[in-house]
């Protein structure tokens, strides 16, 4: 399993070669976005506990030294890989916003691609970081902004999704409802393939937040 994610973050001669040849600026850019990505599947594969600095350098293909230069903590390393695909996670979802379609069929479309950024491989890791922090003082005191950050970017792109007035009463908390409901979908989906009862209650709670947002 090492072996071939190795190969997949680029580390063969050839790419390392070619690295070498970038400027020092990009060459360090790209080292710490292989740690970034390489920490994400720690993460996800194995959980904080067997989680280094040391074993994402191996698999990143990047020196400990270099590593560490990025990343002076465990802690700083851990949150900004979870940061850094959340922030594209979220990139891809606003970018998806044109594809959407409009009247009727919007809210329910918007609702399910909110589910979707709680899938996969980053939600994941996400949930380790989370759950290591709740009996890490140290870990947490970096998660906790790390989540108020990421919450107020998930709620502003619902809100522009679903083009809603929160000063509308119920609109707010509706919206909030729906990314809580999204992210426990995420957690359930960790345990089990639960997609045919998902779709049902993706489906429900889009009526029920179609009402609130329309007034009916």
């Known amino acids: 399993m090492e072996g071939r994610h190795r190969r997949e973050t680029g580390t063969s001669g050839a790419a390392r070669a070619a690295r070498a040849g970038d400027p020092p600026q990009e060459r360090s850019r790209a080292a710490r976005r292989r740690l970034l990505d390489a920490a994400v599947g720690c993460l996800a594969e194995i959980g904080w506990a067997g989680s280094t600095v040391d074993l994402v350098a191996e698999r990143a293909g990047v020196s400990r030294d270099a590593a560490r230069h990025h990343f002076p903590t465990r802690e700083a390393l851990f949150t900004a890989a979870v940061l850094h695909v959340s922030e594209s996670r979220m990139a891809e979802t606003r970018r998806r916003a044109a594809k959407l379609p409009r009247g009727p069929a919007r809210t329910e479309a918007v609702v399910r691609m909110l589910v979707e950024t709680y899938q996969g491989t980053e939600f994941a890791a996400a949930v380790q970081l989370w759950a290591a922090a709740a009996n890490d003082?140290?870990?947490?005191?970096?998660?906790?902004?790390?989540?108020?950050?990421?919450?107020?970017?998930?709620?502003?792109?619902a809100l522009e999704l679903l083009d809603a007035d929160e000063s509308v009463p119920g609109v707010r908390e509706s919206v909030?409802?729906?990314?809580?409901?999204?992210?426990?979908?995420?957690?359930?989906?960790?345990?089990?393939?639960?997609?045919?009862?998902?779709?049902r209650v993706i489906a429900q709670w889009a009526r029920t937040l179609d009402g609130v947002l329309t007034g009916r």
């Open 137 to 157: 003082p140290a870990l947490r005191s970096h998660v906790l902004p790390l989540e108020e950050r990421m919450d107020r970017e998930a709620h502003r792109a």
């Open 176 to 199: 909030q409802a729906t990314l809580d409901l999204a992210r426990g979908m995420g957690l359930a989906g960790l345990l089990a393939d639960d997609r045919a009862r998902r779709g």
